[in-house]
């Protein structure tokens, strides 16, 4: 047995995923300054949270394959419960159903499914955009007031902070970047489930300025196994998102997350509001 | 006030969508023999079901933006309770949860995100593939012992049924078909929940060949409004389905739906279970 390392030793991260057991299927956390956006939490952050509920739940199961997170209404600076409960557990695969709750209000709501993955014939189809090496690029700028920010390292090779006059449409709403957090450090699910809605919203970079705008809905595909991520250690990661469709108030955003290495590590699909 | 039309009339689709109210938040179904798969339903009918549970339900608001359905587990042949429950309802949004059962057990589990839409600055980014039109094609072959497919008439772009040698690795994964019901039905949110599910498992194309696969878990996110489905009336859409990886048992699978006209009407992402 080690010691535990000293409080001020644990990352941001850690510190922002730390979830006290509080009964059966159910969990406490607190909101994290250090992953704050501007009127709420960082949407990745509460995924990862929600995640973690079930990463560290007695009853788990495999490793995530799939995470749905339905941002359904604000959540405030404090504490939160979650409650995460396994809906149906298999020989292979569990399935979970989540729950984000402040003063007994749901905030959040998702599910999760966790298998056990083992080899098997395998390739990959989407292909890994080329592109310059992370410490070629500069740092990618900040949005002012957001503070989850500063708990990333971005490195953008296209689409970083909108440039172009404010209203100017941009052809296309493509970003890539290097990402890994700041400081460093080894990732795991729950980081990879933070990376995905690490993309500005869309609608900036293709209207050119700031919009209103916000998560909806957030669906990752894990597709890399624990020993992957581990692997990784502080390496960067190679981020890319897109929207296809901008309507009615609504756009989608589709982001892949790769290694350096080349392997696509995990896909995501949100649906965003927004008010324009 | 017009009669009903007598129940010889209905469609089979809307004789598989039927649910009765069973109770707060409750209703009951049948699995249909129009829609059989191979050992259970055709997902795409099971996700329109649980849609249609939240469309019917006397609390909705709006419309469907999002939908997540998880397979948990096998549908037998026969009756079903769905549980849809808003988890939250907002000044315009409003939040779902669903779940299937037999015999008490959840066989599948969901959300739902509805809201209602606006008229707002929007564009297409993405782009609707170059195509023959689907009279200048022949319909698609089916896979003998699989019943849904007879429900729907496809006209096969690319990607049809795999024709090379078994076991041949296919360069892409990407399918596109032109598609509607059979006989003909002027589509609504279900019929399109049901649509984005109605690709063969990417794997088979792939591998050239069939696999056991099966879906685990569905998002799909609706970008049209009830008057743009309503207009389609008994016109051909445009399916198009790829793959980006194939890893450790599961692969994506993510499907565009197109208007003739060149909109973009949804989008969905699937994850799906391999064995090879």
């Given amino acids: 047995m080690t010691q535990a390392p000293p409080a001020a030793a644990l990352h941001p991260f850690d510190h922002a995923l730390a979830l006290e057991p509080a009964g059966t299927h159910r969990y406490l956390g607190h909101t994290s300054q250090d992953y704050w956006n501007m009127i709420g939490p960082f949407g990745g952050m509460t995924a990862a949270t929600l995640l973690q509920a079930a990463l560290c739940h007695p009853e788990r199961l495999g490793d995530p394959i799939a995470l749905t997170v339905n941002f359904a209404g604000p959540i405030a600076e ?83 902070k909108p440039a172009a006059a404010a209203g100017t449409e941009h052809p296309d709403s493509l970003t890539q970047f290097w990402l890994r957090d700041a400081p460093a450090r080894t990732p795991d699910y729950s980081a990879v489930a933070a990376w995905c809605d690490a ?63 080349g392997e696509l590590l995990a896909t995501s699909h949100q649906i965003v509001y927004y008010k324009e």
């Fill in 199 to 261: 993309f500005y919203p869309r609608i900036f970079l293709k209207r050119a300025g700031f919009v209103p705008a916000g998560t909806v809905s957030l669906t990752t595909h894990f597709h890399a196994d624990a020993a992957t991520l581990a692997a990784l250690a502080g390496q960067y990661v190679l981020g890319s998102a897109q929207a296809q469709v901008f309507r009615q108030g609504f756009f989608d955003q589709s982001a892949q997350i790769w290694s350096a290495a």
């Fill in 78 to 160: 404090g504490p939160f419960e979650i409650e995460a409960r396994p809906s149906r557990t298999n020989r292979s695969t569990q399935h979970w159903h989540l729950a984000l709750r402040q003063d007994g209000e749901v905030t959040t709501t998702g599910s999760a499914v966790f298998a056990v993955r083992r080899q098997t014939w395998g390739t990959g189809e989407a292909v890994m955009p080329d592109v310059p090496p992370a410490d070629t690029l500069p740092g990618m700028g900040g949005f002012a007031p957001v503070r989850w920010l500063g708990r990333y390292d971005m490195r953008a090779v296209r689409g970083g």
